[in-house]
């Protein structure tokens, strides 16, 4: 019983760090209609920028973080304008979205390897992973701190798009953009709120995920499970992208815990396809004509 329940505060701690991810995917997509696969890029820069905030400019964690989303979420934005917009407005098939957001995911990883190098880094030990104990099992307070993190994070993306002007500006957009864009809301600059909100919260998973690997240039890679984890709960849909990657995360814990850490990804791509075979919209996404 003990066992299990350590898997499962470990795989909530894991999914929490997919949701920060998988959230942003979703963002995106309820506006655009296409799958921003550069996402794990701003996820990158995000722990490199709070990696050398700390080591090399000597701040504390809070001012280290703070910058790494600014710096994260400003990419973000910097890559929509550079690289999306000009497509956007050519009236282009979000197809070729897709592809300029897969070119600039390499584009930014190679910057790190150039720039950085690609040995692995480890991030100080300014969060704490000392063991404690709940409910007579011993977990690291990483997982906790990791936990209360996102939750938090995801509760004021939610108070943010219910109570602001622009929360519900986006909340329109994602219906109908050009509807929107009628009634006076301007796109251009939604588009960049979505894409730096979207980096920033990336970043922090970013933190997280470096604490607990390492800090390296192919470290992005692993936003293909938050991707996974926005499909199975539906592409658009926050909640959708939240239930999917803690589905996903405690699924994967347990396959490691109780199977073999072998097959784990076996099972989460398996759950891809199965999702994309019986419900393709996903948990709680809405049936569209067009899914990219």
Not at 157 to 173: C, H, Q, Y
Not at 203 to 216: D, E, K, P
Not at 260 to 285: K, Y
Request: charged content about 10%; some cysteine; overall charge positive.
């Amino acid at each position: 019983m003990s066992s299990l329940l350590q898997q499962l505060l470990n795989g909530l701690s894991l999914g929490s760090a997919y949701a920060l991810i998988a959230v942003g995917y979703s963002l995106v997509y309820s506006i655009l209609l296409f799958s921003n696969f550069a996402h794990g890029g701003f996820l990158v820069i995000g722990g490199y920028i709070c990696y050398y905030s700390l080591t090399k400019m000597g701040l504390g964690l809070l001012p280290a973080a703070l910058l790494s989303l600014a710096g994260a979420g400003m990419s973000a934005v910097l890559t929509e304008r550079i690289a999306y917009r000009p497509i956007r407005r050519r009236g282009a098939l979000t197809l070729y979205l897709l592809i300029a957001s897969m070119g600039m995911s390499i584009v930014i990883e190679n910057f790190w390897v150039i720039a950085v190098g690609g040995r692995f880094r480890a991030i100080p030990p300014v969060i704490p992973t000392s063991p404690i104990s709940v409910f007579g099992t011993t977990v690291s307070s990483f997982d906790l701190i990791v936990l209360a993190v996102a939750l938090s994070l995801l509760l004021g993306l939610e108070l943010f798009l219910r109570r602001t002007r622009w929360g519900l500006a986006i909340r329109a957009s994602s219906y109908d953009v050009r509807t929107a864009a009628l009634m006076g809301v301007d796109t251009d600059r939604l588009v960049a709120i979505v894409f730096f909100v979207a980096g920033a919260l990336a970043s922090v998973s970013g933190i997280f995920l470096a604490v607990r690997y390492t800090l390296y240039p192919q470290l992005g890679f692993i936003t293909i499970k938050a991707f996974v984890a926005a499909v199975v709960g539906g592409l658009g849909s926050l909640p959708g992208a939240v239930l999917g990657s803690y589905l996903l995360g405690v699924l994967e814990m347990l396959v490691a815990g109780f199977i073999s850490s072998q097959v784990r990804d076996i099972v989460v791509f398996l759950l891809l396809v199965v999702t994309l075979l019986v419900r393709p919209q996903g948990l709680l996404g809405r049936r569209l004509e067009e899914k990219v």
